[in-house]
């Protein structure tokens, strides 16, 4: 089966810009989550999806940052506006079910914002 | 919230050794836990996974161990290969909540 599709993969803006990242994920997964992987560190969850429902997005920014998934299938995660400590890749998985079952990574987008 | 922490940061084996990361976490009411693999450029891909009602997992070469009473888990990893260098990441959870995960054991399989 096709994994976890993301674009584009590498975004380079100035601060105070504004920014778009898509994800399709794997057909028939009911489950969209969107993490922000700083250098270094671990993927950090900012939002959950439940088919096109919210489910966690407790460590969203929401002052700068939003996300939808209209229809239940694609997601757009947007920064606007990007501020320098943004910089990180952005990685979309998805998962049959929710959060205990096996998520599948898409490769990223890598953010550098200057 | 969980704090998951890994150790070492860092590690360097012999291609054909074996490899030993351990990860701690600090909610006792977690109770499912992964491994990811993360290649150079490529998003985290899931190893091997341990809910709390069992003590090992195993899976060929790789193989997990759960001690819920000490609040830790490790990776084994048998007979490295140069491919088994990536960097490796533990995660845990509880329920329907969200993963946290830990900041990542570089290995690194010196041929």
């Known amino acids: 089966e096709a994994g976890v599709a993301q674009s584009p993969r590498y975004k380079i803006i100035e601060k105070r810009q504004s920014v778009a990242f898509w994800c399709n994920p794997i057909s028939g997964h009911a489950t969209l989550y969107w993490y922000q992987q700083i250098l270094g560190q671990g993927p950090k969850l900012l939002i959950q999806f439940q088919n096109n429902g919210v489910v966690d997005d407790s460590q969203l920014p929401k002052d700068r940052f939003s996300a939808e998934r209209l229809k239940g299938v694609d997601s757009t995660l947007k920064i606007q506006p990007a501020k320098l400590e943004d910089s990180a890749v952005y990685l979309c998985?998805?998962?049959?079910?929710?959060?205990?079952?096996?998520?599948?990574f898409g490769p990223g987008t890598r953010l550098t914002v200057l | 919230g969980e704090n998951v922490e890994q150790h070492p940061s860092t590690l360097s084996v012999q291609e054909g050794d074996s490899a030993v990361i351990k990860c701690t976490y600090s909610?006792?009411?977690?109770?499912?836990f992964p491994w990811y693999k993360q290649e150079l450029g490529k998003g985290p891909q899931l190893i091997i996974d341990?809910?709390?009602?069992?003590g090992e997992k195993k899976d060929q070469r790789i193989a997990v161990t759960l001690n819920k009473t000490a609040k830790h888990f490790s990776l084994h990893i048998t007979e490295t290969q140069p491919e088994d260098s990536a960097v490796y990441f533990c995660a845990s959870g509880e329920g329907n909540n969200r993963l946290a995960f830990g900041k990542g054991n570089q290995v690194v399989v010196i041929p």
């Open positions: 341990i809910r709390s009602n069992v």
């Open positions: 998985a998805s998962s049959r079910r929710q959060a205990q079952n096996e998520q599948f």
């Open positions: 909610d006792s009411a977690s109770n499912y």
